[in-house]
T-cell receptor, first 118, second 116 residues
């Protein structure tokens, strides 16, 4: 099966610092990866779509200068939360799809990263 | 725009009884429909999907879902619930229309609690 690995699973950082979260597709190539944010007892909110070799597409209301996304290879996308503040504390989840947009494949999700900014 | 509604925040069922978790959707074209399950502090696990063909879709762990186009529904079902099925369940939709169809839209989630 398709495996998506997300690292770290849990991170605590000080306010004002930056945190990088990695998302890797372990056994398939993912031209597109997605980054979500999930608040307690709420659904997943899509933050951005990460395309290999090009700029990410951000959803409305998501600050692209704060949430930096890099998709440097077909198996790795990173999300960097810059100058983190306590309100950035959340559960961040990545997902990746095999194949192209026209294929009816499901998305596979990483384990999630619990970010706590103190 | 595409959207998903899960009308129940929580569903309680006794172990051994059948369970249903409801989902309705709205898309401009034809839908791709998915169910995912999430355990505490974990990512989402894929359960099943409807793309085309048979309206009754069978998935992992004994779950199934029925696509009903006239009612725009995709309810998740299992004939006999287990305590280990207790988790948060998400329904998701993706529009088949090219160009706008790459994004998954999730429902708000339904917490399933199976008790002895």
């Amino acid at each position: 099966g398709a495996v998506v690995s997300q690292h770290p699973s849990r991170v605590i950082c000080k306010s004002g610092t930056s945190v990088k979260i990695e998302c890797r597709s372990l056994d398939f190539q993912a031209t597109t990866m997605f980054w979500y944010r999930q608040f307690p007892k709420q659904s997943l909110m899509l933050m951005a779509t990460s395309n290999e070799g090009s700029k990410a597409t951000y959803e409305q209301g998501v600050e692209k200068d704060k949430f930096l996304i890099n998709h440097a290879s077909l198996t790795l996308s990173t999300l960097t939360v810059t100058s983190a503040h306590p309100e950035d504390s959340s559960f961040y989840i990545c997902s990746a799809r095999r194949g192209s947009e026209l294929m009816n494949t499901e998305a596979f999700f990483g384990q999630g990263t619990r970010l706590t900014v103190v | 725009a595409q959207s998903v509604a899960q009308p129940e925040d929580q569903v309680n069922v006794a172990e051994g009884n059948p369970l249903t978790v409801k989902c309705t959707y709205s898309v401009s074209g034809n839908p791709y429909l998915f169910w995912y399950v999430q355990y505490p502090n974990r990512g989402l696990q894929f359960l099943l999907k409807y793309i085309t063909g048979d309206n009754l879709v069978k998935g992992s762990y004994g779950f199934e879902a029925e696509f009903n186009k006239s009612q725009t529904s995709f309810h998740l079902k299992k004939p006999s619930a287990l305590v280990s099925d207790s988790a948060l369940y998400f329904c998701a939709v993706r529009d088949k229309v090219t160009g706008g169809g790459n994004k998954l839209t999730f429902g708000t989630g339904t917490q399933l609690k199976v008790e002895l």
